[in-house]
């Protein structure tokens, strides 16, 4: 089998020698692509850390086993030798500017006039848990699931917990932004979070993306039993300790000019995409841009312009109940006993039964 590539781009460096590449990896290069392919760099931007993909235009031949830059003696796919089988050479390489189709990028160790092959985001996951700090972080971790989360909490590192929490949340928005905010106050106002045991308890007057930033940060959920939603309407919620102690935190009336202010466009594309549902894939990318700027540049602003907090004693329900589980004699399903009902002397699930169950969806609960 016989493979061709036809090189997407090129590189342009002072790089004129072998071997001098590995020398000078702290060296700019430009990676001109070609103009045909310049589409694909769209959004590359957002990735700092990207491999290159190129071709050792220059090597000739190889040896399966060869003395390396150290004088060791190694198998040619043990080393990161030019001299290979496919002649196929990958770097990681930090990327610095994009003007329309040129890159430039510090750290290729490819040498002038070499053919490009392939652009990617690297992927760092392997680094990332196979590094010694990593292997600190996951005992940690296995000691305490809150505990790095709590040190962002505390040092009010509120940019780190938003791209956590919008792992679970999917988006960047600023919705998510206030949510995360807020509950980074109301966490170490209280000096009180969850441990995911009915401690403290968060009360969401909202499920829109506000209550995502509020489950991530202070750890009360609906499977912990710890966030109680009332069906408010209102971007506001509560955070409160077992003994009562709570602290309210919403938004001001003005919060919307306060945002607009940071970034102008957001509203006029919320008003297109959202409110008026254009889904024109150009306007929802520059949407979604616009909603990334925007969440990011909402965690700059003062608290105070955007918030109100009040100190209030709250109700605090008791603990969850542990109900006993039947079988519901119709679909067989196990189901809690608070949940059936007992009809012509069968115990049937609520579905069975043709009964109407509590639903909470966008539209609240219904
Ligand atoms: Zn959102
Ligand atoms: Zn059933």
Redesign the pocket.
Known sequence: MKIEFTPIGIVKNEITQPREGFTRKHLTSEIEVYPSFAEGLLRLEEHTAIDILFHFSQSKGYKLVTPIYTGEIKGVFASRSPHRPNGIGVTTVKLMAINNNRLTVSGLDAMNGTPVLDIKPSDNTFFETNTQSAGITQQRLKSNPRSILIRHIKSEDTEQLLMDAARMHGHFCPGLAMGVMAATRAVNELNNSSDGLEDVLAITETNSCFADGIQYVTGCTFGNNALIYRDLGKTAFTLASRNGKGIRISVKNDFRQVLEKVNPDYQRLFEAVIVKQNHDEKLKQQFKEASRQRSFSTLELPFDDLFKIEHKTVEIPPLAPIHESVT??????S?ISTRSVTIEGQT??L???HQKTGTLSGHGIG
Request: net charge negative; aromatic share 0%; hydrophobic share 25%.
């Open positions: 519901c004699q119709k679909c067989g399903e189901v049937l699930c579905d069975c039964a």
